[in-house]
T-cell receptor, first 114, second 112 residues
Framework: AQSVTQLGSHVSVSEGALVLLRCNYSSSVPPYLFWYVQYPNQGLQLLLKYTSAATLVKGINGFEAEFKKSETSFHLTKPSAHMSDAAEYFCAVSSNFGNEKLTFGTGTRLTIIP | DSGVTQTPKHLITATGQRVTLRCSPRSGDLSVYWYQQSLDQGLQFLIQYYNGEERAKGNILERFSAQQFPDLHSELNLSSLELGDSALYFC???????????FGPGTRLTVL
């Protein structure tokens, strides 16, 4: 079975500060890892994904994440927060080997303080 | 715009009723996934279809069923609705395999 744990259901950062959203995964097979963002009353938009290529993955809107197998982590970062980054962020895991469904974490709501 | 469309956007109905949610995947995508998002359960996978065939099942209740038609659009049928079925229902599509799933805007179901 696969699972992800997102530490911190709510994170607040000041505008211009570093954003760090934490995600740890559990998987018995090589994982595929994703970060999605959900703005209020909207669907989920892919920020970035890891599919066993480069361990440092760059996504849209200045976000990036690093896959660390030894720590089973896939934390999301952005050097400088912008007001428009306020949203809910979901980490998700899937894999090949006939297990393509996404298993999501519980989400982290990011608030940006002006 | 992800290219995945879902109708209707909002649905309000009563307990015991039956509703059908519709999803049209992105052009060329063969896989359709259904997810439920609720406050207490979070985002949960319900079911996956690939090119018309059921491929995987998740936490889908027996009162719920789905199908994928030859034109690849999919419908999720929810029957004998209960208050606890109130949620956002998302459809996602992908070409194949565990690659990027593109999500539709969702259908918000309210059961009164």
């Amino acid at each position: 079975a696969q699972s992800v744990t997102q530490l911190g259901s709510h994170v607040s950062v000041s505008e211009g500060a570093l954003v760090l959203l934490r995600c740890n995964y559990s998987s018995s097979v090589p994982p595929y890892l994703f970060w999605y963002v959900q703005y209020p009353n909207q669907g989920l938009q892919l920020l970035l994904k890891y599919t066993s290529a480069a361990t440092l993955v760059k996504g849209i809107n200045g976000f990036e994440a690093e896959f660390k197998k030894s720590e089973t982590s896939f934390h999301l970062t952005k050097p400088s927060a912008h007001m428009s980054d306020a949203a809910e962020y979901f980490c998700a895991v899937s894999s090949n080997f006939g297990n393509e469904k996404l298993t999501f974490g519980t989400g982290t709501r990011l608030t940006i303080i002006p | 715009d992800s290219g995945v469309t879902q109708t209707p956007k909002h649905l309000i109905t009563a307990t015991g009723q039956r509703v059908t949610l519709r999803c049209s995947p992105r052009s060329g995508d063969l896989s359709v996934y259904w997810y439920q998002q609720s406050l207490d359960q979070g985002l949960q996978f319900l079911i996956q279809y690939y090119n018309g065939e059921e491929r995987a099942k998740g936490n889908i209740l027996e009162r719920f069923s789905a199908q994928q038609f030859p034109d690849l659009h999919s419908e999720l049928n929810l029957s004998s609705l209960e208050l606890g079925d109130s949620a956002l229902y998302f459809c996602a599509s992908s070409v194949d395999g565990p690659d990027t799933q593109y999500f539709g805007p969702g259908t918000r179901l309210t059961v009164l």
